[in-house]
Nanobody, 124 residues
């Protein structure tokens, strides 16, 4: 079965960096669209970034220029490099996967498989 496992979260000071990883198994990684989502306490889960099998990417306006989504098909792993972190980035971060169509899905309802999440805390 499809399994997604996030890692790399932690506590950092504002201005710092973290790299999240999402190890995938149970499906052909290279054929699925992948995304990162986050949910802060009291807020709804929101889209952070997505990547299509063809390599196109999309980012939330709030993270553009600071976060980079990438994937290594040989390692079945999705990444999120997060730079210039600020306290507003504090949230539980989730990776998700879904079979790819022609366009990159950006809504969480379009994703079929989810990891358990990894916590990111940014202090000022």
């Amino acid at each position: 079965q499809v399994q997604l496992a996030e890692s790399g979260g932690g506590s950092v000071q504002a201005g710092g960096s973290l790299r999240l990883s999402c190890a995938a198994s149970g499906y052909t990684f290279s054929t699925y669209c992948m995304g990162w989502f986050r949910q802060a306490p009291g807020n709804e889960r929101e889209t952070v970034a997505g990547i299509h099998v063809f390599g196109s990417t999309s980012y939330a306006d709030s993270v553009k220029g600071r976060f980079t989504i990438s994937k290594d098909n040989a390692k079945n792993t999705l990444y999120l490099q997060m730079n210039s972190l600020n306290p507003e980035d504090t949230a539980m971060y989730y990776c998700a996967a879904t079979k790819c169509g022609w366009s990159l899905p950006l809504r969480q309802t379009e994703y079929s498989y989810w990891g358990q999440g990894t916590q990111v805390t940014v202090s000022s």
